[in-house]
């Protein structure tokens, strides 16, 4: 079983940067798609970002021109670049792999790490 | 965006006891329904894909039915580790959105 693990998670300013980081316990290179998820406070679960192995990439409106999926398979470790960070991207964000992605219909997630909290304040 | 509404928003339930879990979609989603089961600080886990395909390694007592707009998560008979909130996803179209989840809690 692959293990996912998030880190890179703190508190930062508003209009400031982190950068997510994913790595597995196992060999998650194979896995062809994968994204972030995340969860703000008291709030559902919303789906950021998918990174294909074609390496088309996918994003929220509530974040697009401001977060970067990447991955970098020598290091077995997919990113999510978060600029101009605002108040309402406080959350715990999750990365999955994304699974059953085929012909205009979109994939689920399995497995997914336990998070990585962010804080905009 | 397809919009998922869930409800009850709370189950309180003792253990041995069936739970009941809907899933309603604002536009049909044909059978592109996924449950997951989350507990506080744990990763989400999967359990039902595609309306009632179950995971690798979910027991029988969870099962998935509906297509279209109209779904259910149904737990035959819960077990201590049962207790935890469960969310519905759409994966139909972009973005995939989430239900905003059932929080099934020890009566």
């Known amino acids: 079983d692959v293990r996912l693990v998030e880190t890179g998670g703190g508190l930062v300013q508003p209009g400031g940067s982190l950068r997510l980081s994913c790595g597995g316990s196992g060999f998650i290179t194979n896995f062809k798609y994968m994204a972030w998820v995340r969860q703000a406070p008291g709030e559902g679960l919303e789906c950021v970002s998918i990174i294909y192995s074609d390496g088309s990439t996918y994003y929220a409106d509530s974040v697009k021109g401001r977060f970067t999926i990447s991955r970098d398979s020598s290091e077995n470790t997919v990113y999510l670049q978060m600029n101009s960070l605002r108040g309402e991207d406080t959350a715990v964000y999750h990365c999955a792999r994304a699974v059953g992605a085929r012909g205009g219909v979109w994939p689920w997630f399995d497995p997914w790490g336990q998070g990585t909290p962010v804080t905009v304040s | 965006e397809i919009v998922l509404t869930q409800s009850p928003a709370t189950l309180s339930l003792s253990p041995g006891e069936r739970a009941t879990l809907s899933c309603r979609a604002s536009h049909s989603v044909d059978d592109f329904l996924v449950w997951y089961q989350h507990k506080p600080g744990q990763a989400p886990r999967l359990l039902i894909y595609?309306?009632?395909n179950r995971a690798i390694g979910i027991p029988a007592r969870f099962s998935g039915s509906g297509s279209g707009t109209d779904f259910t998560l149904t737990i035959s008979s819960l077990e201590p580790g049962d207790f935890a909130v469960y969310y519905c996803q759409q994966r139909r179209s972009w973005p995939p959105t989430f239900g905003q989840g059932t929080k099934v809690e020890i009566k």
């Open positions: 595609d309306a009632s």
